[in-house]
């Protein structure tokens, strides 16, 4: 089912560069060399991901249900960036491991060991902000970005439109 989904998606979104059949093959031969890896493995690389993703996807749809009263969409993307701010550092420390791992692949820290990099400070700048200990830290630098974004849009435009003290409009 999944797999069906997904493959009428990109057919219909790639009309002229890809059919339907070749997206169910392409997507059946990614998934089965994936599954190679297991889902620990799996979760292991899209947890730090999915930290960045799910902050976002949570904020756009609570915005959605208020749709009606937001009143332009510089408070949507405020929301976004707020949030970014800190699920990307959620994520970072998420990744740690993933990331000293990489550094030791690739021998960019071989005399550190695999503890190279360390976000001790970040995490504890994290803990640190308001509602963390119930998991959304995101959520007043959120509504806070959504504000300054959304109602300085509506201070420029309305700044815009107002008589100039030089005379012009």
């Known amino acids: 089912g999944l797999i069906a989904t997904v493959g009428k998606y990109f ?11 070749a997206a169910v093959i392409i997507i059946t031969v990614i998934s089965f060399f994936l599954s190679i890896f297991g889902v620990d493995a799996i979760i292991y690389v899209a947890g730090p991901i999915l930290e960045i993703v799910y902050p976002v ?5 609570i915005m959605n249900l208020f749709s009606d009263y937001i009143p332009n969409r510089y408070f949507y993307g405020g929301a976004v960036f707020g949030t970014l701010c800190i ?15 990489f550094l ?9 060991g695999r503890d190279a990099l360390s976000f001790n400070t970040t995490v504890s700048m994290l803990r640190k902000l308001p509602l963390e200990r119930i998991g959304v830290p995101w959520l007043l630098p959120a509504i ?24 012009g409009v």
């Open 11 to 21: 057919s219909e979104r790639f009309r002229n560069d890809i059919s339907y059949r």
């Open 57 to 61: 996807a949570i904020v756009l749809i």
């Open 87 to 101: 699920s990307v550092l959620q994520g970072i420390v998420a990744a740690e491991d993933l990331i000293n791992g």
């Open 104 to 112: 030791v692949k690739i021998g960019a820290m071989p005399m550190m």
């Open 144 to 167: 806070a970005a959504s504000l300054l974004f959304g109602f300085g849009f509506m201070l420029l435009e309305k700044t815009k439109r107002a008589p100039s003290i030089h005379g």
